[in-house]
């Protein structure tokens, strides 16, 4: 479908720290209504090209400076033939450490475009723009909903805009995740995948992980950068951009949902945006389970009462429960519900400490 915002997945490859340059060109990027994916930085080719295939990017763009970067486009090229994916697109630029003649051998080997030192935003843009724009046709009907790549594609058609009848939706727990902006909702995610991981080796992880679009159509979908755990062969995640509904879902969610549910997942977990006081972002019957994280920067007590979340939560986290002032926001929050709802659990957590017992409890309580 026309119109829909060029989307890309941008990285630093592995053993490079160097995240300036992609971090200044992603925000122009989002600023010019390109939709980023971002991955961060010290990332291998299996990463990237697991994120395109499942982003279902038309291109992934690398900043590269230590070296290497020869070697390293190559093999991310031939990682999205060998993944059915060939025709993503590669690009990049790595400033003075990759020379013209290194560019052109690049080019004989994959890659589209190295932009070299001196490149303006302009013609980047413009080349992202003209060359990756595209039309996505709809995979076969005959693509089993659990074929990871139809699964994909399915959602960028949704996203921009088609109506595919979904399968009839399988028995697998859907657990929705929100909270504020800032609590450590994909920090959570992450450990939860990590432990959920562990316990179950044979079982498979559905993720869509929401982030807002801006008023100029971009969006930058930056939750992989957090994950690290959840970058696993046995963890489908979706990057999905708000694209101008409120409230802390995309107006595609629910159809996606729908296909995720089909996929073969033993778990379904669904990320929203950060929200506010007001928002319940998960209509009747989207989740099995509604989660909130709250951290301790809620401000004064008297905010709870105004947090409609606290009431339709099935169970509220109270994280980085190391952080001054938590030991009065676990207090705080648990006489709030105590008010209305004595039995909710309230669970404290570090959910960037590896193996937290909280993050364990919470697992329970999801998957028992
Ligand atoms: C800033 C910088 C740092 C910062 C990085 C901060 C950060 N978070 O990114 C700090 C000080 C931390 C740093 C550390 C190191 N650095 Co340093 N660093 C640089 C420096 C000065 C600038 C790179 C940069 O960001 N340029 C700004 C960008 C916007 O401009 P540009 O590079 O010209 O790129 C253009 C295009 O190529 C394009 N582009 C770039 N990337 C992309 C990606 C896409 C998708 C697109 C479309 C376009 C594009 O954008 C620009 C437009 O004109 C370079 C030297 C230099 N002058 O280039 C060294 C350099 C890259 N660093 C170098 C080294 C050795 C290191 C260290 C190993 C030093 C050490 N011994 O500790 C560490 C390693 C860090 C790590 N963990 O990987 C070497 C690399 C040598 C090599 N590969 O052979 C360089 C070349 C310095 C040198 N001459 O020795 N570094």
């Known amino acids: 479908m026309t119109g829909a915002p060029v989307r890309v997945l ?5 053993c490079d720290g160097h995240d300036s340059a992609i971090t200044t060109i992603n925000l122009e990027f989002i600023r010019q209504g390109i939709e980023v994916v971002y991955l961060g930085y010290h990332r291998s080719v299996a990463d990237i090209v697991r994120a395109a295939v499942q982003e279902d990017v038309a291109a992934v763009g690398l900043s590269s400076y230590n070296g290497g970067h020869i070697e390293f486009f190559r093999e991310v090229a031939q990682g999205f033939r060998s993944a059915g994916r060939p025709e993503i697109g590669l690009f990049g630029g790595g400033g003075g450490t990759i020379t013209p003649t290194d560019a052109a051998r690049m080019h004989d080997e994959g890659t589209d475009r190295i932009f070299l030192p001196g490149s303006t935003f302009d013609e980047m843009i413009g080349y992202v723009r003209s060359r990756y724009a595209r039309n996505v046709a709809e995979p076969s009907a005959e693509a089993p909903p659990d074929d990871w790549l139809a699964l994909a594609r399915r959602i960028t058609c949704l996203e921009d805009g088609a109506a595919l009848t979904p399968p009839p939706r399988e028995k697998v727990p859907v657990v929705g995740i929100t909270g504020p902006g800032g609590a450590g909702k994909t920090t959570l ?3 939860l995948a990590r432990q ?16 807002p679009s801006t008023l100029q159509a971009g969006a930058l979908l930056g939750d992989r950068a957090t994950m690290v755990y959840a970058q696993d062969d046995r963890v489908f995640l979706r990057s999905m951009a708000t694209r101008g509904q409120q409230g802390g879902l995309s107006p595609a969610t629910v159809p996606a949902l729908a296909w995720m549910t089909a996929a073969g997942f033993d778990l379904v977990l669904v990320e929203t945006v950060g929200i506010g006081q007001e928002a319940l972002p998960f209509p009747n019957g989207m989740v099995d389970r509604r989660v909130l994280v709250m951290n301790t920067d809620y401000g004064a007590r008297l905010q709870l009462q105004k947090i409609l979340m606290l009431e339709a939560a099935d169970v509220v986290v109270a994280n980085k429960h190391d952080r001054p002032g938590r030991a009065t926001a ?3 929050i648990r006489r709030h519900l105590d008010g209305f709802a004595p039995d909710k659990p309230l669970i404290p957590t570090i959910a960037s400490r590896h193996a937290d017992a909280g993050v364990t409890r919470l697992l329970e309580f999801l998957s028992p």
């Not at 941008?10 to 592995?14: C, D, E, I, S, Y």
């Not at 959920?196 to 982030?211: A, F, K, Q, V, W």
């Open 10 to 14: 941008t990285a630093v490859p592995l």
């Open 189 to 191: 995610i992450d450990e």
């Open 196 to 211: 959920y991981l562990e316990r179950n080796p044979n079982h498979r992880i559905g993720i869509l992980s929401h982030d």
């Open 330 to 332: 676990e207090a705080e």
